[in-house]
């Protein structure tokens, strides 16, 4: 199993990373973009083909896995392009899932597969 943590930043309320994504036989192209919306004071994940452009999922709100592993995209596991997860970094976050202001508290990790 191959996890990576996506890159965040607190002080971008929008940001994109690229970045290889194996899920079995099958090797994409992955542009993933978070962004924050004021007026639902949320975070949001994206997933796209960053060669096609075509879209995987689009505003998956930002939910933070506490007791258990909350895949945010499981409705999209059909289109063999892994899980995404969102963690807490610190024991005590200032929120139960990421707000404005408080993102670097969390960590976004991608992974090609439960073993």
Request: hydrophobic share 40%.
């Amino acid at each position: 199993m191959v996890i990576s943590e996506i890159p965040l930043d607190s002080d971008s309320l929008y940001q994109i990373t690229n970045f290889n994504a194996k899920v079995g036989r099958i090797t994409r192209r992955l542009r993933v973009e978070v962004r924050y919306l004021y007026y639902t004071d949320k975070w949001y994940l994206s997933v796209f083909n960053a060669q096609t452009g075509e879209a995987y999922c689009r505003y998956v709100p930002l939910v933070s896995s506490f007791a258990d592993m909350n895949n945010m995209i499981s409705l999209y596991m059909h289109k063999d392009i892994g899980w995404f997860v969102c963690i807490p970094k610190i024991d005590n976050p200032s929120s139960e899932d990421p707000k404005k202001g408080n993102l670097n508290e969390f960590a976004l990790v991608w992974g090609d597969g439960f073993d």
